[in-house]
């Protein structure tokens, strides 16, 4: 089941860093839904989040089925911005510790996640400087 993530009064917004592209404010998997929202009520943080089914992804991306999401902005800062840190690091370790996450890339951590198996995916930090990867298991 699909829905959209809600948007807490302005605390999570839907802004493409690309404007002639559609918003990314589309359905995605309920479960994605709920971790997104969870992370933001308990961090008390504002997220961009830029992209969702739509934009350029890997040819075998959870983008493409509803069951990942891009954020660029944490409290209205750039994720790599170095006064922004401490935020990017609460929002991602929160986001690795949920139940049905399943990748979760960024600055700081880079992990894929099967059941309860975590696997380490250092790789992926490079290309996850400027934005954290969130997907869902389901």
């Given at each position: 089941m699909k829905r959209k993530i809600l948007s807490f009064n302005g605390k999570?917004?839907?802004?493409?860093?690309?404007?002639?592209?559609?918003?990314?404010n589309l359905p995605v998997s309920e479960f994605l839904a709920k971790i997104i929202e969870h992370v933001v009520r308990t961090t008390n943080?504002?997220?961009?989040?830029n992209s969702t089914t739509g934009g350029t992804h890997s040819k075998t991306s959870f983008h493409y089925y509803g069951m990942a999401i891009d954020i660029n902005l944490i409290n209205?800062?750039?994720i790599d911005d170095p006064t922004?840190?401490?935020?990017?690091?609460?929002?991602?370790q929160l986001l690795s510790l949920q139940a049905d996450i399943g990748e979760c890339?960024?600055?700081f951590i880079n992990i894929r996640k099967k059941g309860t198996k975590i696997i380490q995916k250092p790789?992926?930090?490079a290309k996850h400087l400027?934005?954290?990867?969130?997907s869902s298991q389901r």
């Open positions: 999570i917004t839907f802004i493409n860093d690309e404007p002639s592209k559609p918003s990314p943080l504002s997220i961009n989040v209205g800062k750039k922004n840190s401490a935020n990017v690091k609460k929002v991602q890339f960024g600055p790789q992926m930090k400027n934005h954290l990867h969130i």
